[in-house]
């Protein structure tokens, strides 16, 4: 007797022991973007005893913003590919106790900046420059771009330091220095300017009137070099035999040499483009360039599948080398 009330005594033991062993703390921080794990292994210490974790049983609240993933274990949030910031309310129950706690989903990681520019060359004068456009960050988070440009002066040619913030909805930010060169409109033709993330490169007024002028010239050198002027107008005649002439038209029975036609020299567009980027790809708008990309670019099938991180949109020309009103895509931004 005095043998089993000892093996009874250990008995109770551990299960107080194991008792005690089940604790739960009153909140749990996730980063925005991990799983919200429904195992009890994520919430109970390490130490707790193998059974205990066995049989505890974690239960979320019931909500509209996500589901019970049993496959994965996990919350699987209704709309999007992560379960919002927010808390979420949950029960740890195991034999008969039952602890309450809040898994407190966080952002708390800054934006990154994708293909970053360490410097950017402008003409000097350029208008509707917005420096926040060269520049793009990716976060889970709703993100703005800021850049503190009080050093900067576009009227002057120089070397000028500023600094670009990308900052998301929850305050978590990330600055970068960055050089801006400006540069006269001879450099900026020779040499070319940075583009801004839509493709278009600010130009001076001094720069479009030129660029103007020398359009207009060489229309007009073109079209004197096509227009015929003047009586003596040459059109292509046919080899005409004296023999087969008709009526009222003399001649020596000799062939009249044939007079060559004028070359063809307007172009005719054939529905094809060029400049289409690495893409490929041609959208009537930039706002059909911008979903796809977006799309593209964060679907779960190109998450791991694809090199590229980023992109450019920018207007095509047509097979005549003219300027159209359809957009293309340039994949830009290697992923590490």
């Known amino acids: 007797m005095k043998r089993l009330s000892v093996v009874l005594c250990m008995m109770c033991l551990l299960g107080a022991c194991a008792k005690d062993n089940f604790q739960v703390e009153e909140t749990y921080a996730v980063e925005l973007g991990s799983k919200v794990s ?42 999007g590919k992560y379960l919002p910031v927010g808390k979420y309310h949950a029960t740890a129950v195991y034999d008969d106790e039952k602890e309450s706690f809040v898994v407190e989903v966080k952002d708390t990681k800054a934006p990154t900046f994708v293909d970053l520019k360490e410097e950017i060359i402008i003409e000097v004068n350029a208008e509707n420059v917005d420096l926040s456009k060269y520049f793009k960050a990716e976060d889970l988070s ?6 503190d440009k009080a050093k900067l002066d576009l009227t002057k040619e120089g070397t000028y330091g500023i600094t ?17 060169k400006v540069v006269s409109l001879e450099v ?33 050198q073109q079209g004197q070099g096509n227009a015929n002027t003047g009586e003596n107008t040459n059109t292509y005649t046919p080899p005409v035999n004296n023999n087969n002439r008709p009526s009222g ?67 095509v020309r047509d097979n005549c080398g003219a300027e159209t009103q359809k957009w293309t895509i340039n994949w830009e931004g290697a992923r590490k």
Not at 142 to 147: F, L
Not at 166 to 178: G, L
């Open 249 to 315: 038209n003399t001649g020596n029975g000799t062939t009249n040499n044939p007079v060559t036609p004028p070359a063809q020299n307007t172009c005719v567009f054939d529905g094809t483009y060029q400049d289409l980027g690495n893409s490929g790809l041609v959208f009537d708008t930039k706002e059909e360039v911008d979903t796809y990309a977006n799309e593209w670019l964060y679907s779960v099938e190109n998450e791991n599948g694809h090199d590229y991180s980023g992109y450019i949109a920018w207007t």
């Open 142 to 147: 709703e993100t703005k771009i800021s850049v």
């Open 164 to 180: 670009v913030t990308a900052t998301d909805t929850y305050k978590n930010a990330k600055a970068e220095k960055v050089v801006v």
């Open 38 to 79: 429904t195992e009890a292994k994520a919430y109970l210490a390490k130490d707790t005893d193998k059974e205990v974790l066995k049989d505890t049983v974690i239960t979320f609240k019931k909500d509209k913003a996500y589901s019970v993933d049993k496959k994965s274990r996990s919350l699987k949030p209704t709309k």
């Open 188 to 220: 900026a033709e020779k040499n070319g300017v940075t583009a801004m993330s839509d493709g278009t490169k600010p130009q001076s007024k001094a720069l479009k009137e030129k660029t103007a002028k020398d359009t207009d010239k060489q229309e007009t």
